[in-house]
């Protein structure tokens, strides 16, 4: 299953809050999916956390989001080892805080040999970079374009292509999402905004 996790800024407005609650409150709903996930035996879980695109946002909000995932970071690893969660970060992110980057890699390295839910974020993520990262190494390598090879070169090579990809939030495009995984994904595009999107939903989505 994979994620476009759409919709904190207008939960948030709607509220008359400003937007960055609705990203503290998106994390709740992380936290909650990732639980009915592992219950139901998810095996590949991937969420679009932060786009390449994001960057343009405010300064304000830009730095929010970093503070959060890595307060996230901090406070969630510990938990998510004791459940067997095998934790990814996928993106560019040369363009992260040393800080936040030793971090992840901390994280990823604690939980690597775990074998339930592989829980895979996307952060400074965009299909684009991926596949024009993949095509590099594969040429890099002396290799053939091949769809084989370039699959293998994918930041994503872990996971396998997607049964389901969701969108929260009512948009009904991808955002440059999972451009190259995506071919034969089913699409369930959802009105309700992400800090909404509960357990009912998701089986709902999943039904
Ligand atoms: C998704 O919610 C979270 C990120 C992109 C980081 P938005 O912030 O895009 O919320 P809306 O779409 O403005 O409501
Ligand atoms: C997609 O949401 C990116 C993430 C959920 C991280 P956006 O809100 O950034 O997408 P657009 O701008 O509406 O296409
Ligand atoms: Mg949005």
Redo the contacts with the bound molecule.
């Keep these: 299953i994979a994620i ?3 919709g904190n ?1 207008r939960w948030a407005k709607k509220r008359f809050l400003p937007r960055v609650a609705g990203h503290k409150r998106g994390l709740e709903t992380v936290r909650e999916t990732v639980r009915t996930c592992t219950e139901l035996g998810v095996e590949y879980l991937t969420l ?4 390449s ?2 960057w343009r946002r405010p300064d304000e909000e830009v730095s929010f989001l970093m503070g959060l995932f890595m307060q996230a970071l901090e406070r969630e690893v510990d938990r998510l080892h004791g459940r067997n969660i095998r934790l990814k970060i996928v993106g560019h992110l040369a363009r992260f805080s040393g800080e936040l980057q030793a971090r992840i890699e901390v994280a990823q390295l604690k939980t690597a040999g775990n074998t339930g839910l592989t829980l895979t974020i ?1 952060a400074d993520y965009g299909g684009r970079w991926d596949i024009a990262q993949a095509a590099q190494k594969v040429v890099a390598q002396g290799q053939e374009l091949t769809p084989e090879n370039l699959d293998k070169a994918m930041a994503l090579a872990h996971v396998p292509d997607p049964d389901l990809m969701i969108r929260t ?1 009512g ?1 009904t ?1 991808i ?1 440059n ?1 999972l451009l190259w995984q995506a071919a034969y994904s089913e699409l369930f595009f959802s009105d309700c905004l992400w800090p909404d999107f509960d357990e009912a939903a998701l089986d709902e989505a999943i039904s």
């Design positions: 476009i996790m759409d800024g679009f956390a932060f786009s695109e994001n996307c939030g948009e495009r955002s999402f």
